[in-house]
């Protein structure tokens, strides 16, 4: 008998869970590298599918994709969200796993009977065959010889029935996918639902005909899904099957395509102009024609619809086709706009509206708030990610522009964020990603690094991911940057022990950053120089980065020169002494740093008084002077304001500006800030801006 072929993303089952957290907790006891483990179970899932009957292709279960899920696993097995969120399927294995081990291993059992290829005493084996959209349809083609079109409309009732069961919580809501005993199960809870039955009359009775044919196919005789109980209407009365207005139907579809607003007077009023201009019958109160249209049509967001089976079939055919290229999710704007054809000739006018109209007429997909997919309920982000996988291809690095034209359906603003949300891509440049898995790294490799870090950890507490051992990896991909092989490294190889904080590795338990590094290293210095944290910062991050220098410097230490700092225990502030000098020169305004005259008057502190100490001072110890910065300089190029004023930088500028006698153009002013102190430079793109501004402050205004 020939195999089934399965799609390249089937979803996963109990069976292939049990032996994925199998392999999950190898890596957790450290029995074996992460890497080991995903190819050992891709090889394991992919022996199994074979043994199970299945055509399977590369993609299945491919080592990607295990990289991928056994992250959801490590999510499922900790409880909690740790780079992707797990799955339910997930969550249940890891219960029984902790909660039940008789019947885990009974499953593990089971499981390793598939993987050997012994189903004779399977459980997957006992199972009935299961009934599949396809079978149905070819059943309508070839014996009812039933038009193609009239096939897909009843295939797609019995998905829209399912849904409905879904939707009102019915035990049992699958027909599609299950054996004879569930389907009759699933029939006869929806026959006796009254809602169901109402609704069926609404649609002219499309779910029942479809039902019916269902029945005749699978030979289900009616007392089996016959139930005791009579559905009632809403008003308790039985329902019967008696047609709404075809009037009143005619009028919907002739005169309002795009749909009718049920509460609006002035609808009201043009539906019964139409009807007089075709000679329809119509109830005199309104109350009774508007329930008579509500039941004729379906409503979506307060407008009533009457769609035909035509429009049915062509958006799941629609549907369909996108299924059938590979695709397994797709945005409803992205459709929308694709298929533009098809949304104008079923008068579709919005995405939200083909939403709601595929909501009605497909079912065994999932309907997310901006998407529909095709394997179940899956998160947006996983969603596009497990795409961007499927399409990738052997090369390393791909641009997103090629990931965009390779997925139609998903615009490239969302494959952008995606992937750069993504721990399994990482950025190399502007629209280019490297995806993880396809970076090989040997074992020797691997554990070469994973000594290194564990002894320099060991040694000082951290280690700076530039300094990793990446010789044989950058040998084997020479067009791989190296900053994208040690942040691929880390994704792939160290994240599970450590934690990366800018450039910086150190154990998860003890986390630390660059930036608490450098507090540490100048702690107990009595001083220090930029040059010396900026070259420090350079060895910890591989980049070099002055604003953080002098950042952590001025909040730690005081300035005393143009390079040097010196501990706060050397210096002794009288604050209130030196507020009062200071008072005494600006009063309660604001001035230029190089605009303090003379430090004649400034008490001895410890240390001989400049503008840069006059710096350090007012940007830490003042009570009542802060200091104002366009950045840290060495020019002295600075505001020195009183705290009470909230203005920003280029308003005290203005102010200033407009308090002189100076021509108001760029160049004038740009020269006369910088010649002050106020700016490090004269030429500044903003500088229009703060004439205008300067401008307005005069006048006024």
């Not at 396809?134 to 079109?149: G, H, M, T, V, W």
């Not at 990610?385 to 499927?390: G, K, N, Q, S, T």
């Amino acid at each position: 008998m020939p195999g089934k072929k399965v799609s390249n993303n089937p979803k996963w089952d109990i069976y292939e869970a049990v032996i994925l957290l199998e392999g999950y907790l190898k890596t957790v006891r450290k029995n074996t590298s992460l890497s080991n483990v995903v190819r050992s179970v891709s090889k394991t899932l992919r022996k199994m599918a074979v043994n199970r009957g299945n055509i399977i292709n590369d993609s299945f279960r491919n080592i990607a994709g295990i990289y991928y899920q056994i992250r959801k696993m490590d999510s499922a097995y900790k409880g909690q969200t740790v780079s992707i969120p797990s799955t339910s399927l997930f969550d249940k294995t890891v219960k029984i796993y902790h909660e039940n081990k008789t019947q885990y291993k009974a499953l593990l059992k089971e499981a390793q009977r598939m993987i050997a290829g012994d189903e004779s005493n399977s459980l997957v084996g006992k199972m009935s065959d299961p009934i599949g959209a396809e079978d149905f349809l070819n059943y309508l083609q070839s014996c009812e010889k039933i038009a193609s079109r009239t096939c897909l409309s009843y295939v797609s009732s019995i998905r829209s029935s399912e849904r409905f069961a879904r939707a009102h919580g019915h035990q049992s809501c699958y027909i599609f996918g299950s054996d004879k005993t569930e389907i009759i199960l699933v029939i006869r809870e929806l026959l006796s639902d009254k809602e169901f039955t109402e609704y069926n009359i609404k649609q002219h009775n499309r779910f029942s005909a479809a039902i019916n044919k269902l029945m005749k196919f699978l030979e289900i005789q009616k007392e089996d899904v016959v139930s005791t109980k009579t559905p009632q209407n809403k008003r308790g009365g039985a329902i019967t099957t008696e047609s709404p207005s075809s009037d009143v139907e005619r009028v919907l579809k002739t005169r309002f395509k795009y749909g009718f607003k049920k509460n609006s007077i002035c609808e009201l009023m043009k539906f019964r102009r139409f009807a007089d201009e075709i000679g329809a019958k119509l109830p005199c109160d309104d109350e009774d024609l508007i329930k008579i249209i509500c039941s004729v049509g379906m409503t979506i967001n307060d407008k009533v619809f009457c769609v035909d089976n035509n429009t049915w079939c062509r958006l799941c055919k629609m549907v369909n086709d996108v299924r059938r290229s590979g695709a397994a999710m797709a945005y409803y704007e992205n459709l929308f706009e694709i298929e533009a054809n098809v949304m104008s000739e079923c008068t579709i006018s919005s995405p939200e509206q083909l939403k709601s109209f595929l909501e009605t007429c497909v079912s065994e997909v999932y309907f997310a708030k901006n998407f529909i997919g095709f394997n179940g309920e899956i998160s947006e982000k996983d969603a596009i990610a497990a795409e961007v996988f499927r399409v990738w291809g052997d090369v390393p690095i791909v641009k997103v522009e090629e990931l965009s034209l390779a997925l139609p359906y998903i615009s490239i603003e969302c494959i952008q964020k995606a992937i750069s949300d993504c721990p399994m891509f990482v950025w190399v440049s502007s629209g280019k990603y490297l995806n993880i898995n396809l970076l090989d790294i040997s074992e020797n490799a691997e554990n070469e690094i994973i000594e290194y870090v564990d002894k320099k950890c060991k040694q000082d507490t951290f280690v700076s991911i530039v300094n990793l051992p990446l010789d044989s990896i950058e040998e084997d991909y020479p067009d791989v940057p190296r900053y994208a092989i040690c942040n691929a490294v880390y994704n792939k190889v160290l994240s599970d022990k450590y934690s990366l904080n800018g450039k910086i590795l150190s154990l998860k338990e003890s986390a630390t950053d660059v930036l608490s590094l450098l507090k540490s290293y100048i702690a107990d210095k009595n001083e220090c120089t930029l040059d010396e944290v900026s070259d420090l910062i350079k060895e910890l991050a591989g980049y070099a980065d002055r604003v953080l220098a002098f950042r952590v410097l001025y909040d730690n230490m005081v300035r005393v020169d143009k390079k040097r700092f010196v501990s706060v225990k050397q210096v002794n502030f009288d604050v209130e002494t030196i507020d009062h000098v200071i008072f005494n020169i600006i009063g309660d305004s604001f001035s230029a740093i190089r605009e303090i005259a003379t430090f004649a008057l400034f008490p001895f502190c410890g240390q001989g008084w400049n503008y840069y100490l006059l710096e350090s001072y007012c940007y830490k110890f003042s009570n009542k002077y802060s200091l104002r910065l366009l950045g840290f300089n060495d020019k002295n190029a600075g505001i020195i304001a009183d705290k009470s004023l909230s203005d920003n930088y280029n308003t005290l500028l203005a102010m200033r500006l407009s308090q002189i006698d100076l021509e108001l153009n760029s160049d004038v002013i740009g020269k006369y800030l910088c010649e002050k102190g106020f700016t490090a430079k004269s030429k500044y793109a903003w500088l229009d801006d703060l004439v205008e501004q300067a401008q307005k402050i005069r006048e006024g205004t």
